[in-house]
């Protein structure tokens, strides 16, 4: 069973950062493609983040432009574990934020349904 789980949400005055934290449990994690995405209220779920085996040992790593130059993802395949690193946060951030794993190749990173594995959500508000 495989079960991505967030944490490290919060409230975060604007120009200030969070770390989230992104655990799925299950085999093989190394070939995961894990993506972060966040649902305003009133707004359709968006992509910010995806982190996955390009190729070898060698991982790729993209974001939404709305959060480009800001947030960045990394791994520990050892601890199962995603970063999303948010910096110079904003009110515009502010929403549930998403985890979501897949093994499979060549669907699109950006696109909610190529995820099988969503975790339960983790609240980020940003305070002006």
């Known amino acids: 069973q495989v079960q991505p789980v967030e944490s490290g949400g919060g409230l975060v005055q604007a120009g200030g950062s969070l770390r989230l934290s992104c655990v799925v449990f299950?085999?093989?994690?190394?070939?995961?493609?894990v993506a972060w995405f966040r649902q305003a209220p009133g707004k359709e779920r968006e992509f910010v983040a995806v982190?996955?085996?390009?190729?070898?040992?060698?991982?790729?790593?993209n974001s939404a432009d709305s959060v480009k130059g800001r947030f960045t993802t990394s791994r520990d395949n050892a601890k199962n574990t995603v970063y999303l690193q948010m910096n110079n946060l904003t009110p515009e951030d502010t929403a549930v934020y998403y985890c979501?794993?897949?093994?499979?190749?060549?669907?699109?990173?950006?696109?909610?349904?190529?995820?099988?594995?969503w975790g339960q959500g983790t609240q980020v508000t940003v305070s002006s």
């Open positions: 299950g085999r093989t994690f190394s070939n995961y493609a």
């Open positions: 979501a794993a897949d093994p499979r190749w060549g669907l699109p990173m950006a696109v909610a349904a190529s995820y099988g594995h």
């Open positions: 982190n996955r085996l390009s190729a070898g040992t060698t991982y790729y790593a």
